[in-house]
């Protein structure tokens, strides 16, 4: 599944705030900010943007707001730090920066990428975590930063549905949800293997029930079967394959074989 680029990131908040960035530039280390007026610092750290490097933009944004607070640039180089921060593998600052942007400017017209960008600082982490511990030890780590980013993409969706940032979020949660629900998976799977077979049916049972549309749920069922068994529920192993057989037409389990 494919998400917006980093570079297409950039492209679409330029987009979005109508900056202009022009083709000036600036290679003086020392600068008299209190000579510049706020378009004027605004477009160097812009420029620093564009040449990728983020440290000194957001040093020149923070310049900005010294000189100019609150002012159009300001706001702008405010909503333009989120991104720095994001490209320069800060995602806690850039977190904090996107919280401080949405409550000083709410109605900003970048607001909307401000939240959007909650979401893709979560989501990297948290789908980061997700391939990381697949199997082994699963139990021990837990899923809160992805859980976050899909309420960050849901509130985004919620309150800018006409963005042009909610084909991407969408893509990002459908993702999410199923990452979580095969994250769930492995964990009941890795209880089924301990035969710790209460834990496995409560794992497996949440997964039903919080992600009720993604292909682990068959497997949860699976799972429900083979710990009913191992505990001799007959009557709750025969209704879960009963569950399992009307809803995919065929067996859980395929038939061994005579030897």
Known sequence: MNYLTKKTLLTLLTTSAGALLLSACSSTPKVDYGTLNAEQIYQR????????????????????????????????????????????????????????????YPRNPGLSYAYYMKGVINFDQGASFL??????????????????????????????????????????????????????????????????????ITR?????????????VEGALKVMIQAYQALDLTTLANDTIATYQVTYHKAPFAKKKPS
Do not use: C, W
């Open 204 to 216: 497996a049972q949440d997964i039903i029930k919080e992600y009720p549309r993604t292909p682990a």
């Open 45 to 104: 750290g812009a420029n620093h943007i564009q040449e990728e490097d983020y440290d000194l933009a957001v040093k020149e944004f923070q310049q900005l707001d010294a000189h100019y607070p609150f002012g159009p640039y300001a706001q702008q180089g405010d909503l333009d730090t989120i991104y720095a921060y994001y490209q320069d593998d800060k995602p806690d600052l850039a977190l904090l920066q996107a919280n401080r942007f949405i409550n000083l």
């Open 131 to 200: 391939q990381r511990y697949f199997y082994y030890d699963i139990s021990e780590h837990d899923t809160t930063t992805a859980k976050q980013a899909y309420m960050d993409f849901n509130t985004f969706i919620h309150k800018f549905p006409n963005s042009p940032y909610v084909t991407d979020a969408k893509r990002r949660m459908i993702y999410l949800r199923n990452a979580l629900a095969q994250f769930q998976l492995n964990v009941a799977l890795y209880n089924l293997q301990k035969k710790a077979y209460i834990g496995a």
